[in-house]
C-alpha cells in the first residue's frame, strides 16, 4: 500500500524535523512515528508498545521473543516496521539481518496465518530507509 511507504518517507523526511526531541535513547522517534503513522492509516490491527508476538500475539518458530517497534495490518498486508534512530553512524548488515532474522523467524512459526497476508503478485519490499543520518 503506497498510502503507508508515503507517510512513512514523509514523517522521517518532514514532520520529525519539526518535532521536539525527548530524553530518551531514541530521542522519542519510535513513539512520535507509531503515532503518527497511526494517525495518518487507518489501521484493521496495531501492535502495542513493546509488543513480542508480530502485533498478533503469534509465537516464534525459535520461541525466542523478538520485540518488533511497529507491525500494523490493513486489507491483506502487514507492514513491519524496526525503527531506529541514528545521527552519526549508517545502519550496518547486523542490524538488518537481525530484523530479518525475526521475520523469517516469525513466519516460519506461523505459516498457515501469516502466508495469507502473502499474495502471488506481492513481494517483500524494503521502501524506507527509517534511520536519520545527521539530523538532530
Do not use: Q
Amino acid at each position: 500500500m503506497i498510502e503507508v511507504e508515503l507517510f512513512s518517507w514523509l514523517f522521517v523526511h518532514s514532520e520529525w524535523n519539526k518535532l521536539r526531541r525527548m530524553p530518551t535513547p531514541d530521542k522519542g522517534f519510535e513513539d512520535e512515528f507509531r503515532d503518527y503513522i497511526y494517525r495518518k492509516v487507518r489501521f484493521d490491527v496495531v501492535s502495542t508498545k513493546r509488543d513480542l508476538g508480530l502485533g498478533l500475539s503469534h509465537r516464534s518458530l525459535s520461541e525466542t521473543l523478538h520485540e518488533l517497534d511497529v507491525v500494523c495490518s490493513k486489507d491483506s498486508e502487514l507492514f513491519v516496521f524496526e525503527l531506529k534512530h541514528y545521527e552519526v553512524s549508517d545502519l550496518s548488515k547486523e542490524i538488518v539481518f537481525t530484523f530479518l532474522g525475526k521475520l523469517v523467524d516469525f513466519y516460519l512459526g506461523n505459516v498457515s496465518v501469516l502466508s495469507s497476508y502473502h499474495r502471488a503478485n506481492s513481494r517483500w519490499r524494503f521502501p524506507l530507509r527509517a534511520a536519520l543520518d545527521n539530523s538532530g
